[in-house]
């Protein structure tokens, strides 16, 4: 097989666990909420690997809102891109939370990188 690897295949956070993670649990301190959706794409500071057995038996602290897709959901349930969606809001207000000094009103600041070096080729001799 020549299909490239995702680069780091990540494995349940659960110590002890070896299976591959399939779900990844994010918490939201602020609002007692923990999301539970697809793998993310990367690893986050506040979001857990979990694999199918572990997803499925996680459990929030008491008075937490846990949002996850139900094992036998009805079809009429929201759609992983729509569990995606949610996870990858909430993980954006935990960065803004987390990093607000190198943000201004939480929106975020293009790289200038592309401009610069412009702006260094227009320097003279
Ligand atoms: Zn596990």
Redesign the pocket.
């Known amino acids: 097989m020549t299909r490239p690897q995702p680069r780091a295949a990540r494995?349940?956070?659960?110590v002890g666990?070896?299976?591959l993670?399939t779900k990844t649990l994010t918490y939201i301190y602020a609002d007692s909420t923990a999301v539970l959706g697809p793998l993310a794409t990367f690893s986050e500071p506040h979001a857990y690997d979990?694999?199918?057995?572990?997803?499925l038996r996680m459990s929030a602290p008491v008075g937490w809102t846990v949002i996850k897709p139900e094992p036998d959901a009805v079809p009429a349930g929201p759609s992983s891109d729509d569990l995606m969606a949610i996870a990858d809001a909430v993980r954006e207000a935990g960065a803004r939370e987390s990093s607000s000094a190198s943000e201004i009103s939480g929106i975020e600041i293009p790289p200038l990188e592309l401009g610069r070096r412009g702006h260094l080729r227009a320097i003279p001799n």
Request: with cysteine.
């Open positions: 494995l349940c956070s659960r666990c070896r299976h993670a979990l694999c199918d057995q572990h997803s």
